[in-house]
């Protein structure tokens, strides 16, 4: 354990918090023809419209489909993650 917690860049004297919220993800694609970041944009856009509490937004994949030896579309998957807080759990 104290090879891992150096390897995190954590002292051994330093205690770790509990966790104490729970994550999801979501898996989402989009394209532009102008590019991949605003692909992402697209991506977390479309996210924030019915998701809270996003905390970050990965990008797995970058693609682009070509027509006539140019890029016509910028392709992207992206993975958000966001906090589930307690409102929105089952009981």
Same mark, same amino acid.
């Given at each position: &354990?104290?090879?891992? !917690?150096?390897?995190?860049? =954590? ?11 729970? !994550?999801? *993800? *979501? ?10 970041? =605003? ?14 509490? *996003?905390? !970050? ?26 906090? *589930?807080?307690?409102? &929105?759990?089952?009981?």
């Amino acid at each position: &354990m104290a090879e891992t !917690s150096a390897y995190r860049g =954590e002292s051994k004297k330093t205690k770790r918090e509990p966790v104490t919220g729970v !994550s999801k *993800i *979501i898996e989402l694609y989009a394209e532009s023809p102008k590019g991949w970041q =605003e692909a992402v944009q697209l991506c977390l856009a479309e996210a924030v419209r019915t998701v809270r509490n *996003i905390n !970050s937004v990965s990008v797995d994949e970058l693609k682009a489909r070509v027509s006539e030896d140019s890029i016509e579309l910028f392709q992207v998957r992206c993975r958000i993650s966001f906090t *589930i807080d307690d409102a &929105m759990r089952a009981h």
